[in-house]
């Protein structure tokens, strides 16, 4: 089972980034997907979800409007593409595999800053 996150980096305020997180060694389209970040001396949050065959999202109240989780079967990759970026958006952030057992990605930074 592997997870692997891509896309972020350094970015200024207003900014956007799509993160990509390509899956491998289970059956993808079965699994709810879910999005969190860890921001400096903060625990990790959840950010957004996406059933196994996409048709419901969630989203962090705050956050939605602004990221936007969706996911391609076909590929097994889940993204999170996230508009006007702000500094307290900066962390580290994580893909998760959810069905009877939960699998994490490596995670993946992303700063915000001027």
């Known amino acids: 089972v592997q997870l692997v996150e891509s896309g972020g980096g350094l ?3 207003g900014g956007s980034l799509r ?5 491998s060694g289970f059956t993808f389209s ?12 903060k625990e990790r949050e959840l950010v957004a979800a996406i059933t196994s065959a996409g048709g419901t999202t969630y989203y962090v109240g705050s956050l939605k ?3 936007t989780i969706s ?16 500094p307290e958006d900066t962390a ?3 893909c998760y595999a959810l069905l009877h057992y939960g699998y994490w990605g ?4 992303v700063t915000v800053s001027s």
């Open 65 to 67: 409007g602004r990221f």
């Open 30 to 41: 079965s699994y709810v997907m879910r999005w969190y970040r860890r921001a400096p001396g």
């Open 71 to 86: 996911r391609d079967n076909a590929k097994n990759t889940v993204y999170l593409q996230m508009n006007s970026l702000k």
């Open 19 to 23: 993160l990509s997180c390509a899956a």
């Open 92 to 94: 580290v952030y994580y």
């Open 11 to 13: 970015v200024q305020p």
């Open 106 to 109: 490596q995670g993946t930074q």
